[in-house]
């Protein structure tokens, strides 16, 4: 037989995945599991998003969008990013891909050649290596450490740049530590960004799941880094929707137009009716999202309290997202 693609064959699978489906296993064999691999809400996506979904299918909104998605729905991204952070985008500058996990690999598609790498703070959600590895791209890890609440410091950053750096990967907030970065913090990584001219993916998909803290969006740091900023979100976390499969992103207009037309000729747009339940989402009332972020601190208390009162295991109290990252070293 002739060979396989090599790049595939390298390719290793979601551990992440893999845990979930043993647990499912597990449970059907009638053994009592807990499962925390998997980064899904356990509430129900609220009533008034079902609803919408429904409506569309009725009114028989069930044939072919744009490849970027539908208008109406661009329109809901621009505006929430503007209510929320000011940021100015045009529809003409969102890409909307089945789940956010989509956006982050045609991001990869259009910004990266054989050979160019990509900066990776560690630790890190286990798609970010592979999916860089899919294009042919070099993943350059950088460990991170409690010292520093496992975030990216300035001089971690100018160590790890290269001629051949072409993007830094930023998850803010972070999956699988829960660190938030401050605004301070930001600032100091977007001179160095800037000044070395590289690009770089901010994966908010956790922004609306913060505590105590006030999250800072990378791109509303000025013209310049926004330009350089390919922002990437969805609606799988904060409106309990992991499986209607809507993710976002906004980029400057010449990545973003390479998006679409990689999305013209990959999936298209995510399921029509979908994307019409994600307009009501990134339109209604944050009522519902408010109540599901509001237990997900109390877990998070919780938590932090019970591991660290265990023996040979602790853990930092995360400021975002909804994971502990434990520390088992002793």
Same mark, same amino acid.
């Given at each position: 037989?002739?060979?396989?693609?090599?790049?595939?064959?390298?390719?290793?699978?979601?551990?992440?995945?893999?845990?979930?489906?043993?647990?499912?296993?597990?449970?059907?064999?009638?053994?009592?599991?807990?499962?925390?691999?998997?980064?899904?809400?356990?509430?129900?996506?609220?009533?008034?998003?079902?609803?919408?979904?429904?409506?569309?299918?009725?009114?028989?909104?069930?044939?072919?969008?744009?490849?970027?998605?539908?208008?109406?729905?661009?329109?809901?991204?621009?505006?929430?990013?503007?209510?929320?952070?000011?940021?100015?985008?045009?529809?003409?500058?969102?890409?909307?891909?089945?789940? /956010?996990?989509?956006? #982050?690999?045609? $991001?990869? =598609?259009?910004?990266?050649?054989? &050979?160019?790498? +990509?900066?990776? @703070? /560690?630790?890190?959600? #286990?798609?970010? $290596?592979? =999916?860089?590895?899919?294009?042919? &791209?070099?993943? +350059?890890?950088? @460990?991170?450490?409690?010292?520093?609440?496992?975030?990216?410091?300035?001089?971690?950053?100018?160590?790890?740049?290269?001629?051949?750096?072409?993007?830094?990967?930023?998850?803010?907030?972070?999956?699988?530590?829960?660190?938030?970065?401050?605004?301070?913090?930001?600032?100091?990584?977007?001179?160095?960004?800037?000044?070395?001219?590289?690009?770089?993916?901010?994966?908010?998909?956790?922004?609306?799941?913060?505590?105590?803290?006030?999250?800072?969006?990378?791109?509303?740091?000025?013209?310049?880094?926004?330009?350089?900023?390919?922002?990437?979100?969805?609606?799988?976390?904060?409106?309990?929707?992991?499986?209607?499969?809507?993710?976002?992103?906004?980029?400057?207009?010449?990545?973003?137009?390479?998006?679409?037309?990689?999305?013209?000729?990959?999936?298209?747009?995510?399921?029509?009716?979908?994307?019409?339940?994600?307009?009501?989402?990134?339109?209604?009332?944050?009522?519902?999202?408010?109540?599901?972020?509001?237990?997900?601190?109390?877990?998070?208390?919780?938590?932090?309290?019970?591991?660290?009162?265990?023996?040979?295991?602790?853990?930092?109290?995360?400021?975002?997202?909804?994971?502990?990252?434990?520390?088992?070293?002793?």
């Amino acid at each position: 037989m002739k060979e396989l693609s090599r790049i595939a064959s390298a390719i290793a699978p979601s551990s992440t995945l893999a845990i979930n489906a043993l647990a499912n296993q597990l449970r059907s064999e009638g053994v009592d599991v807990k499962n925390f691999g998997v980064g899904e809400p356990d509430f129900n996506t609220p009533d008034n998003i079902k609803e919408a979904g429904i409506r569309a299918i009725q009114e028989n909104k069930t044939r072919y969008t744009p490849a970027a998605g539908v208008l109406a729905l661009r329109e809901a991204v621009c505006k929430k990013l503007k209510d929320e952070f000011g940021l100015d985008y045009e529809p003409s500058q969102i890409a909307i891909a089945s789940g /956010a996990k989509h956006n #982050v690999y045609i $991001a990869f =598609a259009v910004l990266l050649n054989p &050979g160019d790498e +990509v900066i990776l @703070p /560690a630790p890190y959600w #286990v798609t970010y $290596a592979e =999916a860089i590895k899919m294009f042919g &791209g070099v993943p +350059v890890v950088v @460990p991170t450490t409690e010292e520093t609440e496992f975030k990216l410091t300035p001089d971690m950053l100018k160590a790890a740049i290269t001629p051949r750096t072409k993007l830094l990967l930023l998850n803010n907030p972070s999956n699988p530590t829960g660190a938030v970065y401050t605004r301070e913090e930001l600032i100091a990584l977007k001179d160095i960004i800037v000044e070395n001219d590289i690009y770089v993916m901010s994966d908010e998909i956790y922004r609306a799941l913060t505590y105590g803290v006030k999250f800072t969006s990378l791109a509303t740091l000025g013209e310049d880094i926004k330009e350089l900023t390919i922002l990437i979100n969805g609606v799988s976390k904060a409106y309990a929707m992991t499986g209607w499969r809507v993710g976002l992103a906004a980029a400057n207009p010449t990545i973003a137009k390479l998006m679409s037309n990689y999305l013209s000729h990959s999936t298209g747009a995510p399921g029509t009716m979908c994307q019409y339940a994600a307009i009501e989402a990134l339109n209604s009332p944050r009522d519902e999202c408010e109540k599901m972020r509001d237990a997900f601190d109390e877990r998070r208390r919780y938590f932090v309290d019970r591991v660290n009162r265990m023996e040979g295991v602790s853990c930092c109290e995360p400021k975002g997202a909804f994971y502990i990252f434990m520390n088992i070293k002793e």
